[in-house]
């Protein structure tokens, strides 16, 4: 039951939601919301928790999962530090075998290349198996905006992504898009979209879908995907699935389309091995997924089946610029979603108070990194440092080490905000100085006498006692005890 | 052995009976213990904050107060202030190598308190006696840095008339973060609200960490929310039921 606060604690809370002076807005408030939402609280705990079991289990049975952590790291550093090399080894594979390459620099180039061609084939029904680069470059949104007057529809056909593009919905997992969606709410989805009521259950209402998507499935006339992993040497794409909709969405229609960040190469056909044994332990508790595809250009002389024409575009997107640098285990990432089900904040607030199409730890690091940190300036301190996740990264990304670089070069640039700057130049000297920290904590002492419980107090002390006890300092400190006599 | 005490800021000011206990429990060991007194802190305040200039400074010092005299060893009740200096010093000063070198050799002789008991003095029953039931939060420092997982549970099974049981997702950090917990109050208020409902549920009557920044977090929580948890220290409990 809610009461009417006093005037005083309402005073704290509107301080509380100034963001302390640290400049942290937008993920607190977002945050806030999401941490009072009973309903998703639980269908986060349900998904995280099933997929931590999972991924715990088979692990575990994995005797050389260190091992294979260890070799995935190493690939992917050689791969970046000979990626341009790497790149037009894979172009060239790809044209060999009579695939079309092209380099995006950005998001607008891959729309662009994308929208051309639906146009040159005159295409009505583009069917798309999920895909996390063009969540990030918001492909459908701007296909529709930007090329309007061909009328394209656009389906997504993994089954969470088909819910979440009918609910206006964005994904809020890498792995799980609609983990914060429970079964109410997505047969409300389902129904509108039936034109009747659907019954609650998972057979009803997977067998609506499976109808619904096979009428697209069988008339798209490009049909696109993302890519887990590229293969420099073959020029072979991997997709990776538990639901067989990229396999329809790669064989069916006559042009395949694949959007691939330029960081999801790797050299030999037998990094695979490595690679396709820790993504499914490590995303969905599975040894392998249902299905593994490994498409090697469009459809060959005598081949059975395929697309009549490849499509590879080589996404940077803001990628490259990571090469080289201290931030470039960011772009060793695999897209397991493994981090996010083991941090403890994500485990609070679900993906989309990340307010990017990347949630969780991996989020956090690669959204500033690539979009540039003044838009997402809060992202880097969504964090307690806790490791989790470097402890659950199958590549053994230090995310929480890339976190405190973040957080250093927003310092640096000058983000941090005045108050910060002043508060830690205030700590460098006072803790520089025995002289002066003796002479503060007697000062704390005096200035905590007068301090009455209810009372507000100001900065980041508010933020502590807004829902935490303070404990007070000691009537004598350590070193007065020491050198009393211990 | 000759042991040099690093006692973290706030322990000093806020909960210096840590140190106290931890000088106890050493001194019954036969260890010479001393205390530098020109020591502050870390500086992991500011690291933590992206403040690594300010940190260096702090680092600085510390190094210079630790290296003044020759220890066998710098010992710590904190998983997490040991880990900025074996850890996160060598990280800060990477790009120097004076300090690098520096912070890399004195990283090696800083211990967090339960490994230098159980690893290095070869000790497991302190003779200590507590009444109760507890839990025992691992920090995350000390979890996934230090690897130190095992050390304060030895040390605790050897307690008289202590129960130690098990709580669920033991492994979750508990929200303090450092200026975490002020930047993201709701998140880590609801972090350390997951930890006290499995602290709950757990049945124990005793929250024991070797981290007296995480106890101060979710005893905070624990007071404000009406619960009267007995919380104490590892060094705390190691020391009780020993007169004098």
Known sequence: METEKPARRRETEDRR?????????????????????????????????????????????????????ERAYRIKQETMANLDRYLEQMADAVEARGGNVFFATDGEDAVRYIGDLAREKGAKVITKSKSMATEEIELNRRLEEDYSDL???????????????????????????????????????????????????VEALGSFARRRLREKFVTADIGITGANFG????????????????????????????????????????????F?????????????????????????????DGAEEFHLILMDNGRSKLLGTEFEEALYCIRCGACLNVCPVYRQTGGHAYGSTYSGPIGAVITPLL???GEAKDLPHASSLCGACWEACPVGIPLHDLLLKLRNQQVEEGLAGKAQEIAFKGFESTMKRPVLYRISSRAGRLAQKPLKKDRPLPGPLGAWTGSRDLPPLAEKSFRELWKEGI | M???????????????????????????????????????????????????????????????????ERFDYIVCPSGSCTTMVSHYYPFIFKDLPDERERSETLGQRVREFSDFLVNVMGVKDLGARLEGRAVFHTGCHQRRELGVLEEPRELLASVDELELVGWENEELCCGFGGTFAVKMPDVSTAMADEKIKALQKSGADTLISGDSSCLMHLKGRLRRTGHDTRVLHLAQVLDSGKAG
Request: charged letters at 25%; proline letters at 6%.
């Open chain 2, 2 to 68: 000759r042991v040099a005490l690093f006692v973290p800021c706030y322990v000093d000011q806020i909960n210096p009976e840590v140190g106290v206990s931890v000088v106890r429990v050493l001194r019954r060991l036969g260890v010479d213990v001393t205390y530098p007194e020109g020591q502050t802190c870390c500086g992991q305040p500011a690291f933590n904050s992206g403040f690594f200039d300010e940190a260096r400074s702090v680092g600085r010092r510390f190094l210079d107060v630790f290296e003044r």
């Open chain 1, 151 to 201: 009328g394209l529809e656009i389906v997504e056909t993994d089954l969470g992504e088909w819910i979440a593009q009918l609910a206006g919905d964005t994904p809020s997992h890498i792995v799980g898009p609609i983990l914060h969606m429970n079964r109410k709410r997505i047969t409300e989805v389902l129904s509108r979209t039936a034109g009747e009521e659907l019954p609650p259950d």
């Open chain 1, 17 to 69: 939601n100034e963001g302390i002076a640290s400049g942290v807005e937008g993920f607190n408030e977002r945050a806030r919301r999401a941490v009072n939402d009973q309903q998703l609280h639980d269908s986060i705990e349900l998904f995280t928790h099933k997929s931590v079991a999972g991924r715990n289990a088979v692990l575990n049975a994995l005797p050389e999962a260190p091992e294979l952590r």
């Open chain 1, 371 to 373: 979009k540039g940190q």
């Open chain 1, 276 to 304: 396709v044994r820790l993504l499914a332990r490590s995303g969905t508790g599975q040894k392998l997924t249902v299905y593994t595809n490994f498409i090697t250009g469009p459809r060959g002389e005598g081949e059975l």
């Open chain 1, 231 to 274: 293969v420099a040497e073959t020029g072979t794409v991997a997709t990776i699935t538990n639901e067989g909709n990229a396999r329809l969405v790669t064989s069916v229609p006559p042009v395949h389309v694949v959007v691939m960040g330029i960081e999801k190469l790797v050299p030999r056909f037998t990094d695979l091995s490595v």
